[in-house]
Nanobody, 119 residues
Framework: QVQLVESGGGLVQPGGSLRLSCAAS????????MGWYRQAPGQQRELVAN???????NYADSAKGRFTISRDNSKNTVYLQMNSLKPEDTAVYYC?????????????WGQGTQVTVSS
Protein backbone atom coordinates (compact mmCIF):
# COMPACT_ATOMS: atom_id res chain seq x y z
CA GLN A 1 0.00 0.00 0.00
CA VAL A 2 1.37 3.36 -1.05
CA GLN A 3 1.45 6.12 1.53
CA LEU A 4 2.66 9.69 1.25
CA VAL A 5 2.62 11.45 4.60
CA GLU A 6 3.19 15.20 4.69
CA SER A 7 4.24 17.17 7.73
CA GLY A 8 5.59 20.59 8.60
CA GLY A 9 2.68 22.82 7.75
CA GLY A 10 1.35 25.46 10.09
CA LEU A 11 0.81 29.14 10.72
CA VAL A 12 3.66 31.52 9.93
CA GLN A 13 3.99 35.26 9.64
CA PRO A 14 4.74 36.93 6.31
CA GLY A 15 8.45 36.75 5.60
CA GLY A 16 8.81 33.59 7.65
CA SER A 17 9.91 30.10 6.68
CA LEU A 18 8.56 26.59 6.82
CA ARG A 19 9.97 23.24 5.80
CA LEU A 20 7.54 20.64 4.53
CA SER A 21 8.40 16.95 4.52
CA CYS A 22 6.80 14.05 2.73
CA ALA A 23 7.67 10.52 3.74
CA ALA A 24 6.84 7.85 1.18
CA SER A 25 6.30 4.14 1.63
CA UNK A 26 5.14 1.36 -0.65
CA UNK A 27 6.99 2.65 -3.72
CA UNK A 28 10.50 2.45 -5.10
CA UNK A 29 11.06 6.04 -4.09
CA UNK A 30 14.23 6.68 -6.07
CA UNK A 31 12.60 6.17 -9.47
CA UNK A 32 9.66 8.50 -8.87
CA UNK A 33 9.42 12.15 -9.72
CA MET A 34 8.35 13.80 -6.49
CA GLY A 35 6.42 17.01 -6.44
CA TRP A 36 4.69 19.53 -4.24
CA TYR A 37 1.39 21.00 -5.33
CA ARG A 38 -0.89 23.43 -3.57
CA GLN A 39 -4.54 24.33 -3.62
CA ALA A 40 -5.99 27.53 -2.22
CA PRO A 41 -9.72 27.84 -1.47
CA GLY A 42 -11.71 28.20 -4.67
CA GLN A 43 -8.71 27.61 -6.87
CA GLN A 44 -7.31 24.71 -8.83
CA ARG A 45 -4.45 22.63 -7.59
CA GLU A 46 -1.17 23.89 -9.01
CA LEU A 47 2.38 22.67 -9.21
CA VAL A 48 4.80 24.35 -6.83
CA ALA A 49 7.94 22.34 -7.57
CA ASN A 50 9.08 18.88 -8.52
CA UNK A 51 12.30 16.91 -8.53
CA UNK A 52 13.09 14.04 -10.82
CA UNK A 53 14.84 10.78 -10.13
CA UNK A 54 18.03 12.40 -11.40
CA UNK A 55 17.36 15.37 -9.08
CA UNK A 56 16.48 17.76 -11.88
CA UNK A 57 14.21 20.40 -10.36
CA ASN A 58 11.38 22.46 -11.75
CA TYR A 59 9.66 25.40 -10.05
CA ALA A 60 6.57 27.45 -10.60
CA ASP A 61 7.38 31.09 -11.23
CA SER A 62 5.80 31.98 -7.89
CA ALA A 63 8.26 29.67 -6.10
CA LYS A 64 11.48 30.54 -7.87
CA GLY A 65 14.04 32.14 -5.61
CA ARG A 66 12.04 31.46 -2.46
CA PHE A 67 11.37 27.73 -2.32
CA THR A 68 13.79 24.81 -2.61
CA ILE A 69 12.79 21.22 -3.25
CA SER A 70 15.11 18.39 -2.32
CA ARG A 71 14.99 14.66 -1.78
CA ASP A 72 16.74 12.08 0.38
CA ASN A 73 16.41 8.69 -1.25
CA SER A 74 17.92 6.98 1.80
CA LYS A 75 14.95 8.24 3.84
CA ASN A 76 12.30 8.03 1.10
CA THR A 77 11.54 11.67 1.83
CA VAL A 78 11.08 14.82 -0.20
CA TYR A 79 11.31 18.29 1.30
CA LEU A 80 10.12 21.75 0.42
CA GLN A 81 11.96 24.59 2.09
CA MET A 82 9.84 27.71 1.87
CA ASN A 83 11.36 31.09 2.67
CA SER A 84 10.06 34.64 2.43
CA LEU A 85 6.51 33.38 2.68
CA LYS A 86 3.67 35.59 1.52
CA PRO A 87 -0.03 35.55 2.35
CA GLU A 88 -0.70 34.32 -1.17
CA ASP A 89 1.25 31.16 -0.35
CA THR A 90 -1.60 30.15 1.95
CA ALA A 91 -2.96 26.83 0.72
CA VAL A 92 -3.12 23.13 1.37
CA TYR A 93 0.14 21.63 0.15
CA TYR A 94 0.08 18.14 -1.32
CA CYS A 95 2.89 15.73 -1.96
CA UNK A 96 2.82 13.85 -5.26
CA UNK A 97 4.72 10.83 -6.55
CA UNK A 98 4.70 10.11 -10.26
CA UNK A 99 6.30 7.43 -12.44
CA UNK A 100 5.65 7.08 -16.13
CA UNK A 101 7.20 3.91 -17.56
CA UNK A 102 6.37 2.80 -21.07
CA UNK A 103 3.42 5.22 -21.54
CA UNK A 104 1.84 4.13 -18.27
CA UNK A 105 1.42 6.48 -15.35
CA UNK A 106 1.49 5.77 -11.65
CA UNK A 107 0.51 8.75 -9.54
CA UNK A 108 -0.05 8.99 -5.81
CA TRP A 109 -1.06 11.84 -3.53
CA GLY A 110 -0.66 12.63 0.12
CA GLN A 111 -3.46 13.89 2.30
CA GLY A 112 -2.19 17.47 2.35
CA THR A 113 -0.86 19.82 4.97
CA GLN A 114 -2.19 23.31 5.62
CA VAL A 115 0.12 26.29 5.28
CA THR A 116 -1.25 29.62 6.48
CA VAL A 117 0.73 32.82 6.08
CA SER A 118 -0.79 35.58 8.15
CA SER A 119 0.12 38.23 10.66
Amino acid sequence: QVQLVESGGGLVQPGGSLRLSCAASGIVFSIYTMGWYRQAPGQQRELVANIGSGETTNYADSAKGRFTISRDNSKNTVYLQMNSLKPEDTAVYYCNARWMPWRNEYTYWGQGTQVTVSS
